[in-house]
């Protein structure tokens, strides 16, 4: 790309319109099937009506240690499968929605995906077996790898630099609406006996038709647009967006983005050359691996669950997370208002010092006050609450919405598609990972499962802290100058401009 490119910058121009908030605000209901997955299944998993048709050994163990302290009550694989296939379904699928969003655009994805959630929440809700559960599993993987893969860049693409991260993040808050409907969805079906579980995993519909009915109307992006071929439909969506007519500049530079991209014909390797290690070092790799490892997902998943071991009863489990999940919904809110005030940099390192020391305080607290076969304090359980609750609003408004923001910045236009499809890969990957293995860490490490994610967050903090640059308020298609400033990535991009 062209040095020249830094000298347009400031001739941008926007404004809201009414057509940009529909474009944004429809786009980003795709969070919401990430979101009701999230929040759905560790509410069904510790319901006894499910448990007694899928899992009968788990209900019988849960019977003995109903109000006590067991941190093995639901140590089972074959359960928490149930809960990872999706992720490893997902990873697998998002390959296949890179060339889809490539090829035929962003919206493109997001149909597919919604199909494909729609048919998993079918097949789960009239589900006989755990076979049936399985396969309705892969097909909600597959409607997310296709979701979460073109969604965070069609916002990214659509938003004026100055208001990107705001934008963005709506990515993060119908993610989090969507874990705080299926909290509530999840008390309610509780009480319907014996198929209310049924009723929990069949409402996944709802998000999937909603995405689908959205996709069909969404404009495509001025970027995609640009990138196959069709300019003139691109330079009249970026008008409409913009809500001026004089888009020139930046409709320039997205030419000269898209001449690079169409001269790289195999995205995948070339996200490999070293001029784009800073983007698959940071974006690529390690902020979508280092949002998993904080522990935050595991508590998404296993809320009730990790209550229900640490001694809540049934409905105080699920009360428990729903109000955990609430908070969620308020940080990304506040991410939204201070993303673009304070900075991605900023917001990731003040969480991170928040969050190890919450860690670190449950962690000594579970040490310290809980033992095998004790029943929890009612004054402890409610601090317990109370740390999670912290924790969770120090990781909603920075690794859990920086997470997906700042990769979705990263990368140039040639790579933007194949980069977000192993971010999301990445992400799935360790998403399933910490959901197959935190239970079982949790029966053999005890209160030390949270030591060791105080542990990880300490190094994910100084990972920000060494290696990534401010990319607040900068242009997309010029991100890519900031790594010729930083101490360490101007020795990978010298040749840049020669690309």
């Known amino acids: 790309m062209a040095g020249g490119a830094l000298k347009r910058a400031h001739l941008y121009e926007h404004r809201i319109t009414g057509y940009f908030i529909f474009a944004c605000v429809v786009g980003s ?10 929040g759905v299944s560790g509410g069904v998993t510790s319901m006894d009506d499910f448990l007694i048709e899928f899992f009968p050994g788990i209900y019988k163990r849960k019977q003995m240690h109903l109000n006590e302290t067991d941190y093995c009550k639901y140590d089972n694989q074959i359960l928490t499968l149930f809960t990872s296939s999706l992720y490893f379904s997902g990873l697998i699928s998002t390959f296949g929605a890179s060339y889809v969003t490539r090829i035929h655009g962003r919206r493109g994805s997001i149909l597919v995906g919604s199909i494909s959630f729609f048919l998993g929440g079918v097949v789960n809700a009239a589900a006989k077996n755990i076979i049936m559960l399985i396969l309705g599993r892969i097909f909600l993987g597959i409607g997310i790898g296709f979701g979460n893969q073109p969604v965070p860049l069609y916002l990214s693409e659509m938003a004026p ?4 991260g705001t934008v963005n993040q709506l990515f993060q808050l119908t993610t989090c609406i969507g874990i705080l409907v299926a909290n509530l969805i999840n008390y309610k079906t509780e009480q319907i006996h ?52 004089n888009i020139e500049a930046e409709f320039q530079d997205l030419l000269e983005a898209s001449e690079a991209a169409r001269a790289v014909k195999h995205p995948f390797r070339n996200l490999l050359a070293r001029r784009n290690r800073p983007q698959l070092v940071i974006g690529a790799v390690g902020l979508p691996a280092f949002q998993q490892l904080t522990g935050m997902n595991s508590i998404l998943f296993y809320a009730p669950v990790m209550f229900q071991s640490l001694g809540f009863g049934g409905s105080a489990s699920l009360i428990s997370s729903t109000i955990t999940n609430a908070a969620l919904v308020v940080a990304a809110i506040m991410s939204m208002y201070s993303a673009d005030k304070f900075g991605r940099r900023f917001l990731l390192l003040e969480a991170s010092v928040e969050m190890f020391c919450y860690m670190v305080v449950v962690g000594v607290t579970l040490a310290l006050n809980l033992g095998e076969g004790k029943e929890l304090p009612q004054s402890l359980g409610l601090i317990l609450v109370v740390l999670i609750c912290l924790f969770v609003l120090a990781y909603g408004r920075s690794w859990g919405p920086m997470g997906w923001l700042v990769p979705s910045e990263l990368f140039p236009l040639e790579t933007r598609s194949s980069g977000q499809s192993v971010v999301v890969c990445v992400n799935l990957f360790f998403t399933a990972l910490i959901a197959q293995c935190f239970l079982v860490s949790l029966c053999h490490l005890k209160y030390g499962i949270f030591l060791l994610f105080a542990g990880l967050i300490f190094g994910m903090g100084s990972f920000v802290y060494i290696l990534l640059p401010e990319t607040k308020q900068v242009p997309i298609e010029e991100v890519y100058l900031l790594w010729r400033q930083h101490w360490l990535w101007k020795k990978y991009v010298d040749d840049y401009d020669e690309r």
């Open 194 to 245: 014996p198929w209310g579980w049924r009723l929990s995993l069949g409402l996944a519909v709802v998000p999937a038709t909603l995405m689908f009915l959205g996709g069909l109307v969404l404009p495509e992006t001025p970027n995609s647009l640009v990138e196959q071929g069709k300019l003139e439909e691109a330079k009249s969506v970026l008008i409409k967006v913009r809500g001026t007519n």
């Open 161 to 164: 630099a100055k208001i990107r």
């Open 29 to 38: 209901m795709g969070g919401s099937l990430f979101g009701y997955d999230l």
